[in-house]
């Protein structure tokens, strides 16, 4: 499956963007699919993720209460809903699809079980 991320942009704080990975070449609604994010400088982690259906959802302490991970199968999108965004939410952001069963066996926030990634999508969030 061929992932393309996109919606990245430049925001005030306390601003709202949407993400949306789109989805291409695969049975999409059968994988898991997770945000990931890399600010300069730092390691590349887990922000969200969403099983196959989207009743299932993780995200990271930090975003909890301010992004909301969905997605629609019809659409082959996976999409990140962010508000109230913060200076130390800038970076790269980056959508990765993983099997249901490493989903479902909670290893959904790790990049090593993530085989498929899109490219990423900047955001940039100014004080």
């Known amino acids: 499956v061929q992932l393309q991320a996109s919606g990245g942009g430049l925001v005030q704080a306390g601003g709202s963007l949407r993400l949306s990975c789109a989805a291409s070449g695969g049975t999409f609604s059968s994988y898991a699919v997770g945000w990931f994010r890399q600010a300069p400088g730092k390691e590349r982690e887990f922000v969200a993720a969403i099983n196959w259906s989207g009743g299932r959802t993780y995200y990271t302490d930090s975003v909890k209460g301010r992004f909301t991970i969905s997605r629609d199968n019809a659409k082959n999108t996976v999409y990140l809903q962010m508000s109230s965004l913060k200076p130390e939410d800038t970076a790269v952001y980056y959508c990765?699809?993983?099997?249901?069963?490493?989903?479902?066996?909670?290893?959904?926030?790790?990049?090593?079980?993530?085989?498929?990634w899109g490219q990423g999508t900047q955001v940039t969030v100014s004080s």
């Open positions: 990765a699809a993983q099997s249901w069963n490493a989903f479902y066996s909670g290893r959904y926030n790790l990049l090593s079980d993530y085989p498929y």
